[in-house]
């Protein structure tokens, strides 16, 4: 479902169900940085990291590690961009070669509606309003949750671009129900990509399958 959100040339790899070879497949490095994790961290790790593997193949690039840098953002081979994301019942990966993407930001969640009290801590107060009206007019979407997810996919393009954290009330969603796209207005200084400074992000979300997915594929400008 994943590729379905993005542009190409990128590649992907997604599954509903873990896989046991996952754990045999990590490479040593890998194993050896969840050699202490619980089993479910590590079911997760391993096979989001298959999924990895095959978007790696997809793209014609040659299968490697995928470790984590501070802040638990995937590190990849030169010369690629990615983002991983896994929740229950999903686990995807996409990648793309950097000179034809600046970067890649992916997340899935569970279509469920978030605890009031984590809606309030993520928005703006104008973010709540639109919830509410999306909620209203169509409450087929968790919209407090796939708002959460786009939040989610900004901060996965922005860190690796700037290194630094950024706070959920940095940036400001608009979500289109019926395009199936959000629109992100950074908040903060945004990071400067070939002499250029990126204040904004577009991406694209989907309902499915009880799973709420959101992507962002920046484009390198030639």
């Keep these: ?3 379905e959100l993005l542009p190409p040339p990128i590649g992907t790899g ?10 045999t497949a990590l490479y040593p490095q890998e194993a050896a940085a969840v050699a202490s994790a619980r089993p479910k961290r590590l079911r997760e790790y391993a096979n989001v990291r298959l999924c990895a593997r095959r978007a790696m193949r997809e793209l014609g690039v040659p299968p490697a590690p995928v470790l984590s840098g501070v802040r638990g953002e995937p590190l990849w081979p030169d ?9 229950p019942g999903f686990r995807a990966a996409a990648m793309g070669r950097s000179s034809a993407f600046v970067g890649l ?9 978030l605890a009031e009290d984590l809606l309030e801590f993520i928005t ?3 973010e709540r309003a639109r919830v509410v009206a999306l909620t209203r007019s169509s409450p087929g979407v968790c919209w407090d949750r796939l708002l959460f997810s786009a939040k989610e996919a900004v901060f ?16 400001d969603m608009r979500i289109d129900p019926d395009e199936g796209t959000f629109f992100a207005r950074l908040l903060v200084p945004g990071p400067v990509v070939d002499g250029e400074c990126i204040e904004e992000f577009d991406g694209r979300w989907l309902s499915r399958r009880g799973l709420l997915l959101t992507a962002i594929a920046l484009r390198r400008r030639t």
């Design 1 to 3: 479902m994943i590729a």
């Design 79 to 87: 010369g690629i961009v990615g983002s991983l994301t896994h929740c």
């Design 14 to 23: 997604s599954a509903f169900v873990d896989y046991d070879a996952a754990l």
């Design 156 to 171: 996965k393009i922005w860190f690796p671009l700037t290194g630094r954290e950024l706070d959920f009330s940095e940036a």
């Design 105 to 113: 930001g992916i997340d899935a969640e569970p279509d469920l509606p």
């Design 124 to 126: 703006l107060p104008e």
